[in-house]
């Protein structure tokens, strides 16, 4: 009792100081603990314990006990010692995240001074204190897979990841990881798009990858499919480098013919018709239908980092990358365009009490437009590839759409205090920034032009383009204590600021264009480039219990998101004849959003059957908070040119797309948008079979809420029923009624290298399901009051430059105010249940509170929908890495080394079932069917030749991908489902005449042979 009180305390008061602190960071150090005994088993208090190269270390307790904290992961020497006893040194002493590693010594007692023992520390086989779902990579694990060059391709290879690196995690979308770095969480929902995937870290710079796939502890906050952890490295105390250079060979790099004379063309190929063939572009002069031998250019990507101590008390880790990747089809260049990659840290030891570190990384790419925004397409014409069904294949080269321009970057400051050996503190702070930005737009899309034919586009100008800027400040403060023997406590507090703004344009003709938005007040002024400022923060307490036979996560966590930013009063205002335009809708009145709280509870459980298998529970409720773009977005539609309404011979700011129109197509913004909510369970067993054989199994399931109802470029029909016209006008808001339930198997199997090789399996089977519930499509309209205060008027006029509201005449707002209320009553007399009693397919009536007057009806919706989910439930997904690597005296003695020494084979196996379609069956009714199974099999090969000591070493590798050249396409049509064809049949007149039109229709590409080198110090 007297220990649950001081627990208890200690929380209560610590979480008052981080209030008044007014500073969570995810954790980037692990634990060591364990008892010092001597030769008879008995407990040694006062032993030294301490971490070879670094300022830590601990002494041991009244019963033998220690612990260290704040240990960086990756492989440690320990080494403990006592007075009148001998030395002894464990090495490869496996640190991870999170986790604690347990190392115990026997001391031999001494006369006299001894050599010191080395030993070589044996890994728990199962790590007794994981409470959930957890994979870590750590640097060894990573260099022992050459062939994988990014973070996502790492992340594929885990149980419950898709395969297809696309960052999936048990049937949920990629949108719904939160990645971290150094502890810093990378923000990617501000982007123009739904969602800016971050997947741009050098693997070379990585000491540690941790993935949670089925829940996580109570630090980690706004995320609902995973967590991905990434530890960056640090230098060490001697001078380390690596070089790579890989080099990818020329030749025709896709399934089918050569494009110039692929089958989907038919007879609009013309070679040898010399007129076709000499056929000029009235307006350039050029030869139109011109062949380029996309296939003779090479690739080439290299990858370097550096490191190494300043001083004594500092170091400096630097990595990074460039790639310039050959075309696999004709396209805007040979290569890909410029592109790099930049990873720093700086690590200094202020005391041995006080580390400092500044890190951060640089990312930066450009390239050619290629016609596409909003997704909206306005393509064809814009840039070469097999846009528009193959028309633009003879385009020049470049594009008429202009180039881009985008970087991320992240620089941080972190400071980690050990107070006492039990206690240590972390603050940090960050700033990210994203920029995406445009040169060479044209004014605006051109009409289309097609060659004499009327079949192949030339060259046309197109407008389209999306331009932003994103900067987010991050504060953070943590704090950890082994308050007890059983109790690690952590609690802590993060803030982060947001300066935001995106804007996207399409012409999609040269009469219509398409605009979206958000920037500050809604760019009432004309200027589209100021940011909103919305920030979020999170506070959570959590304690890690550890005890004999359970080790038990418990914690809460506690955020709140403010937008920072006013919105529409009424979603469908945009519609009315007030504000149908976006000059207009600059006027119409606006609300602050209301604050989103969110509280997650997390309970994790391990309990150890034997020192080889544990079992473990865990529940855990996760939130997500709003894309800015899906909250804040404006869209507008209209044509060219702008409208000079002050008439003084020029567009002033605030008249730029002042022409605009409401747009019933894409979704607008919903200040009202609730954080999206996943509730998931999982239990699950780690069990060491028989030596280096280790299985993990886990049943989970999930229920996600609040979901988007059809992403972010869709939206639910909202309306404006409008007194005065009579009409009712219709526009897509985006609403969060969504719901999908998920469950499934979760396997993996692996063997840790021994007796020269090492694998690792993951199999998942998971069933999704879905549909929608709740309120979905508002139809607002104003009572008589609204009317008559003056909120309501059919036009405008022009008074002194300026547009002004035609006010209504008494009759008028006699005739219109009646008119509302007749709508009121109708509605009322029709028996329409009020809020909150409505079932299903029913509807309720209510007031619109931020503006009285305006009244909305809504439906309750309930249906079994999966349309949304398809493209993720794949039924059956997995991967196999194999490693083989020879000692390095095998064979024949060639100096000091044996001639078939250190080579490696690193072969990896990956296979999912096809996305679920709809089939309707030939005596009617539908089913839902999968697409064919895909395989595929990557192997690299590698010699290592090491010199002056194995200080240096030059490694020879040979990379294969798609070993066995499958081919497996896509399929989804009633040959395939009737007779499991996945070709045209023999009797179809196009396939006899011209040959397989979906020739290239095949997953992947066909075997490509890649040749590298890598030096390393």
């Given amino acids: 009792m007297r220990e649950s009180k001081r627990i208890l305390l200690w929380c209560m008061t610590l979480s008052l100081v981080l209030f008044g602190a007014d500073l969570t960071f995810a954790a980037t150090t692990g634990k060591i603990s364990g008892t010092v005994r001597d030769a008879q088993g008995q407990p040694l208090p006062g032993a030294n314990v301490v971490v070879k190269g670094m300022r830590l270390g601990a002494t041991t307790d009244a019963e033998g006990i220690y612990f260290i904290l704040t240990v960086p992961p990756g492989l440690h020497t320990l080494t403990a010692s006592l007075v009148g006893y001998g030395t002894i040194s464990q090495t490869d002493v496996k640190v991870a995240v999170d986790l604690t590693t347990t190392v115990d010594f026997a001391l031999e007692e001494i006369a006299l001074q001894a050599t010191e023992l080395i030993v070589i520390a044996e890994r728990p086989p199962v790590e007794p204190d994981k409470t959930t779902s957890k994979y870590i990579m750590g ?105 790579e250079y890989k080099f990818d060979p020329s030749g025709k790099k896709h399934w089918g013919n050569d494009v110039y004379d692929a089958p989907q063309f038919r007879d609009n190929l013309k070679w040898g018709d010399a007129a076709w063939e000499n056929e000029t572009d009235p307006e350039t002069g050029q030869t139109i239908h011109q062949r380029i031998d996309y296939t003779d250019a090479a690739g080439h990507f290299i990858e370097a980092n550096l490191s190494g101590p300043l001083t004594p008390d500092a170091g400096l880790f630097v990595s990074t990358r460039f790639d310039r990747s050959s075309r696999s089809f004709p396209s805007s260049s040979s290569h890909t365009p410029g592109n790099t990659r930049n990873t720093v840290k700086l690590n200094y030891n202020m005391s041995d009490n006080v580390k400092f570190k500044l890190g951060g990384f640089y990312h930066w790419s450009k390239g050619w437009n290629n016609g596409t925004s909003l997704g909206r397409s306005a393509t064809a014409g814009a840039i070469r590839g097999l846009g528009d069904g ?173 937008n920072g930013e006013k919105g529409s009063a009424v979603p469908s205002f945009e519609t009315s004849p007030m504000y149908n335009k976006l000059r207009h809708f600059r006027n119409a009145p606006r609300a602050d959003a209301d604050a989103k709280i969110a509280f997650s509870p997390r309970l994790g459980v391990s309990h150890p059957i034997t020192a080889a298998s544990t079992i473990r529970f865990f529940y855990g409720r996760f939130y997500k908070f709003p894309n800015l773009w899906t909250m804040n977005r404006q869209v507008w539609v209209g044509s060219f040119p702008d409208i000079d309404i002050n008439d003084n011979g020029q567009i002033d700011p605030e008249e730029r797309f002042n022409d605009l129109g409401k747009e019933n ?21 780690d069990w060491n ?22 992403g972010t470029t869709g939206g639910e029909t909202t309306i404006w029923q409008d007194p005065g016209t009579g009409r009712t006008e219709q526009i897509r808001v985006n609403l969060s009624i969504r719901y999908e339930d998920i469950k499934g198997i979760e396997l993996g199997f692996q063997k840790r290298f021994s007796n020269n090789f090492a694998f690792q399996t993951s199999f998942n ?10 309120g979905a499509g508002d139809r607002f309209f104003p009572d008589s009051t609204w009317v008559a205060a003056g909120n309501y008027w059919l036009g405008y006029e022009i008074r002194n430059g300026q547009e002004v509201p035609i006010p209504l005449t008494q009759d008028e707002l006699r005739e219109i105010g009646s008119k509302a209320n007749q709508l009121l009553r109708d509605i009322q007399a029709g028996g329409g249940p009020s809020k909150g009693a409505a079932g299903p397919n029913e509807h309720f009536l209510a007031a619109i509170e931020k503006e009285p007057g305006i009244w909305a009806i809504t439906p309750i919706l309930s249906e079994l929908n999966i349309g949304g989910i398809r493209g993720r439930d794949r039924t059956a997904f997995g991967s196999v890495a194999f490693l083989y690597r020879t000692p390095s005296d095998w064979g024949p003695m060639v100096g000091e080394a044996g001639l078939f020494g250190n080579i490696q084979a690193n072969m990896i196996y990956r296979m999912q079932t096809g996305s679920r379609f709809e089939y309707s069956l030939p005596e009617g009714g539908v089913e839902e069917r999968n697409e064919p199974l895909r395989t595929w099999v990557d192997l690299n090969a590698q010699k290592t030749f090491y010199g002056l000591g194995d ?23 009633f040959d395939y489902i009737q007779w499991g064809l996945r070709r045209p049949v023999p009797t179809d007149q196009l396939y006899r005449d011209f040959g397989d039109p979906n020739d290239r229709a095949f997953l992947g590409s066909p075997r490509q042979v890649h040749l590298g080198l890598r030096l390393s110090f």
């Fill in 139 to 243: 640097s060894e694990d990573i260099e022992s897979l050459p062939i994988i060059r990014s973070v996502s391709e790492l992340l594929a290879l885990q149980p419950g990841v898709l395969p297809e690196g696309n960052d999936m995690i048990r049937g949920t979308g990629a949108a719904d990881v939160t990645y971290y770095i150094d502890g810093i969480p990378i923000v990617t929902t501000d982007g123009v798009g739904a969602f800016d995937r971050f997947q741009f870290q050098n693997t070379s710079a990585v000491q540690e990858l941790t993935i949670l796939t089925g829940g996580w502890e109570a630090e980690y906050g706004n995320a609902q499919a995973g967590i991905i952890n990434l530890v960056t490295r640090e230098a060490g105390e001697n001078y380390s480098g690596r070089l």
């Fill in 390 to 562: 193959g028309r633009n294949v003879f385009l020049p080269e470049g594009s008429s759409a202009g180039r881009f321009t985008d970087s991320e970057s992240l620089i941080y400051v972190s400071l980690t205090h050990t107070l006492s050996p039990k206690t240590f503190y972390e603050a940090k702070i960050s700033r990210s920034f994203s920029k995406q930005d445009t040169s060479d737009i044209p004014a605006a899309t051109q009409p289309l032009r097609r060659d004499a034919a009327g079949y192949f586009n030339l060259s046309r100008d197109v407008r389209a383009y999306e331009i932003s800027a994103r900067a987010r400040y991050n504060v953070k403060f943590d704090i950890s204590s082994q308050i007890t023997r059983g109790h690690l406590v952590k609690t802590g507090i993060d803030f982060t600021y947001s300066d935001a703004w995106a804007f996207g344009e399409i012409g999609e003709n040269e009469s219509r264009r398409v605009v979206a938005f958000y920037s500050k007040d809604g760019a009432s002024d004309g200027n589209f480039q100021r940011g909103i400022n919305p920030f979020q923060w999170g506070l959570y307490l959590q304690d890690k219990m550890e005890f004999s036979g359970m080790i038990v996560n418990a914690g809460v966590r506690l955020d709140g998101f403010h």
């Fill in 665 to 685: 197509q894409i979704g607008v913004g919903n200040m009202a948008t609730p954080p999206e909510k996943t509730t998931s369970f999982e239990v699950g067993t």
């Fill in 689 to 710: 079979v028989v030596s280096d054989y280790t299985l993990s199994l886990t049943a989970y399931y999930k229920t996600v809420d609040n979901q988007l109802s059809t």
């Fill in 765 to 774: 089977a998971q069933w999704l399901s879905g549909g929608r519930a709740g």
């Fill in 951 to 973: 200080r240096f070493g030059v490694t020879l590798f040979v990379e294969t991908y798609n070993l066995f050249n499958q081919k497996d396409r896509r399929v989804n049509n």
